[in-house]
């Protein structure tokens, strides 16, 4: 005996985010994926969470941080990214996605500029650090030796942190340290979640199998359902990072 509950064909594209209905022509389609805006946000959601870790804060530094990162990861790095295999299978023009990359990395880089004018030269540091991981990371350069889940992991989740506490304080602290791991270990659970639904959707051309529970009764396998609970998981896990975030601008802004 076989039961077959309603399994809808997994939707087509890339990505869970991709190629929303709300967006027309296809080209904007195609931009709002390339932001990759689910892990951006939870990647914005980090840098508030190193802002706001301990007060004072200053409204303005925080906005800039926050605008500097998406700048960089969320405009630049994303199209770095793009512009390395197309995993993402957009037509946007070559040309396109590198004015997109130095325009997002040279906006983050002048905003990091600015701060350091306004907080310590020690920020130079951190740009110079972003920099480096945005162009190495995604553009898998000397053979790919720095796109690593560690470099993942360290560069996505803990830097995030690290560099929005500094832009707030001027110096680290222990805390700001062990909040980093917490970045660290989000971002590395995103991975570990993001990276079999997305062999799932870019690779897999269809899935075959079943599961016998106890009493007999079977339960088909397909790319969808195998899909539906890492990408709920991965929407799950995004607004985490994003109700935290929230969270703690309340309580530094309106305690």
């Known amino acids: 005996m076989s039961t077959n509950p309603t399994d809808p064909a997994p939707a087509e594209g890339p990505a869970f985010y991709s190629r929303p209905t709300f967006l027309h022509p296809p080209r904007l389609q195609q931009w709002w994926t390339l932001l990759h805006p689910p892990y951006t946000m939870l990647h914005l959601s980090l840098v508030t969470i190193g802002a706001c870790l301990s ?8 906005v800039a941080t926050v605008a500097a990162f998406f700048f960089a990861v969320g405009v630049g790095a994303h199209a770095l990214d793009e512009l390395h295999g197309r995993p993402l299978q957009t037509t946007i023009p070559t040309s396109h996605l590198v ?7 040279g ?15 020690y920020l130079a540091i951190f740009i110079a650090v972003g ?14 030796r720095m796109h ?3 470099v993942m992991t360290l560069g996505w989740g803990a830097f995030p942190i690290l560099t929005a506490y500094f832009a707030q304080h001027e110096a680290l602290s222990i805390s700001s340290l062990v909040v980093a791991g917490f970045g660290a270990l989000i971002t590395r659970l995103q991975q570990l979640l993001s990276t079999p639904a997305r062999a799932l959707r870019r690779s897999a051309q269809s899935v075959d199998g079943r599961i016998v529970r106890l009493d007999g009764t079977t339960i088909p396998i397909t790319r969808a359902s195998m899909l539906q609970p890492l990408e709920r998981s ?11 975030a929230a969270g703690l601008i309340l309580l530094r802004f309106h305690p």
Do not use: D, R
């Not at 007060?55 to 925080?62: D, F, I, M, Q, T």
């Not at 004015?99 to 990395?105: K, M, N, Q, T």
């Open 148 to 150: 690593t889940p560690l």
């Open 107 to 121: 906006t983050a880089v002048t905003l990091g500029i600015i701060g350091m004018f306004i907080t310590s030269a």
């Open 99 to 105: 004015a997109a990359a130095l325009f997002g990395l």
């Open 55 to 62: 007060g004072p804060v200053n409204a303005v530094k925080l």
């Open 131 to 144: 920099v480096v991981l945005a162009v190495f990371y995604n553009l898998e350069l000397f053979g790919g």
């Open 234 to 244: 991965l929407k799950t896990l995004c607004w985490t990072g994003v109700m935290l």
